[in-house]
């Protein structure tokens, strides 16, 4: 099956083809690093590991870069404001680079939290300043970027593509235009290369002064550092599309004359209980939070990812509950043919099973292929447990061959928990002592055994048959 994806520029369902047989380079746009990312950021950043997992699994060698932004990202998309890293710097008395470091962080374990794959690449915005100044230079040369003052802006006018991603017009945007319009700026949709401002915490030599990097620049001068003139993917959130991606747009192909980026991906925006997210409704969750609360982490993952990356989802409590849920039936599924595929046997596999396997791929495959149609893709999965767990007789060489399976969808979908390899022989037998109380209904005993347990760090699940299977404990 052949991978169609929804692109954002052509505004319709595309075929994808990589610029390189067998090769993707992907760019995502990644966190403002001034305060924790929280559930709504996470889920455009798990559209972008799905889409990266499943040309995985397609064969493709992904080469993935995520920017990590800690300088120029100001209050207003109009070049106003403050920056949002030095507002946190201000309200919390700390260095600018102090908290970008600590948010940075933040999102690493988050990331790694939720499973998320690693980029090959995060680039930092700060240390890249040298890779911008010459990108808006070349603007400058080129008669793309005007200078007026310390500040360096982009002619929008120059550039007749302009507003072809968001469908915007120059005339529909300066009709909108705010009445209060910055007199140096040729055109009111210019939008700044470089900024000067005194007031800035952080500041760079460049020829035209002391400064700082507009926003945009910064994914233009990174993504073709690090991937080229001409890559083949661009993800990010619906709330990007403009300004950042339609100036990101305009900069780079000013600059190298070539068309950019292939295929745009946008992720629609997430709801808590059908209302947007906000500091004041409270309901700004980070991942954490939601541990905090009692949710496993492989159940809110499954939960951000379950829906169409097209459509709003709708993040509920009760939706992590169902989440939950449905990775259990997975889990019980790979533990009975995991005890099953440990007896030693060098039967073959069926054609039945193989059967099985091979149209339960297929149906995840072709889903997925469908611009990544992810509710359709669990009903295959689903459907591929519920006829697993039907068969009689299954041999130790079919378990191996359906647990195979299941792993390989699940090296896209990322929920399945893996026991342990390390843990301790005083866990094991301590849970080896809780099964024996159990069977014994010495339910007082059990109860201490597991809460000492989970005092080192460790959780027995239990499951079927007085089956159980220990995991280090998450958070």
Known sequence: MILRLYNTFSKKVEEFEPLKPGKVKLYSCGPTVYSHAHIGNFRSFLVADILKR??????????????????????????????????????????????????TDSFMASSKLLNIKPANH???????????????????????????????YYDVTKFADYGKLSGNTLDDLNAGARIE????????????????????????????????????????????????????????????IFPHHECEIAQTEGATGKKWVNYWVHTRFLLVDGEKMSKSKGNLYTIPELIEKGFKKNAIRYALISSHYRQNYNFTFDGLKAAEQAIDKINQCVFTLGEIAKIQNDQAVSDGVKSLIDKSLAAFDEALCDDLNISKALGAVFDFIREANKLEDVSPSEAAALIGAIEKIDSVLGVIEKSSDDVPDEIIKLAAERKQAKLDKNWQRADEIRDEVTAKGFVIEDMPGHEYRIKRKEG
């Not at 300043?129 to 310390?150: P, Q, R, S």
């Not at 210019?190 to 507009?214: C, N």
Request: with cysteine.
């Open 181 to 240: 319009v910055n007199e140096e700026k040729k055109n009111p949709q210019d939008f700044a290369l470089w900024k000067h401002d005194p007031r800035h915490i952080q500041q760079w030599d460049s020829p035209w002064g002391r400064g700082f990097p507009g926003w945009h620049i910064e994914c233009s001068a990174m993504s073709t550092k690090y991937l080229g003139p001409q890559f083949d993917l661009h993800t990010g959130g619906e709330d990007n």
């Open 122 to 152: 995060y680039p930092k915005a700060t240390e890249h300043i040298d890779d911008m100044i010459k990108m808006v230079e070349t603007l400058v040369e080129k008669g793309f970027g005007y200078i007026v003052g310390g500040n360096v």
């Open 54 to 103: 499943f040309l995985e699994f397609k064969g493709f060698a992904v080469t993935h870069i995520m920017n990590i932004t800690d300088v120029g990202h100001l209050l207003d998309d109009a070049d106003e404001g403050a920056d949002k890293l030095e507002e946190a710097a201000r309200r919390q008395k700390k260095d600018p680079l102090e908290i970008a470091g600590m948010y």
